[in-house]
């Protein structure tokens, strides 16, 4: 199976784009499971009942986004080939 994650020389990364990939939504899953919780117990809770294990998986899924935004801009870029910025634009 060729996958869309590679190298720069358009080989598949295998697993480890895989894993990559799979970090970020983990940790979002993660963050609402432990504030869904939370929601539930707490009554008087403000806008966000998030504690501080909710905030820490947000931040590793924060931190863990790059790979997505590289996937997207390489996708982007064969969308539009020819579409190159050049300086002072």
């Known amino acids: ?13 295998g697993a480890g784009g895989w894993l990559a990939l799979a ?3 983990t940790f979002a899953v993660m963050a609402w499971a432990v504030s869904g919780s939370m ?22 899924g924060l931190f863990h986004l790059p790979p997505w935004l590289k996937l997207v801009s390489r996708r982007d870029a064969a969308a539009h080939p020819f579409q190159r910025q050049t300086e002072g634009d």
Do not use: E, K, R, V
Request: charged share 5%; proline share 5%; net charge negative.
């Open 1 to 13: 199976m060729t996958t869309f994650l590679g190298n720069n020389d358009g080989q598949a990364c």
């Open 23 to 25: 970090a970020a939504p």
């Open 39 to 60: 929601a539930i117990c707490a009554s008087g809770s403000g806008a966000l009942p998030l504690d501080g294990m909710a905030w820490m998986y947000l931040l590793m």
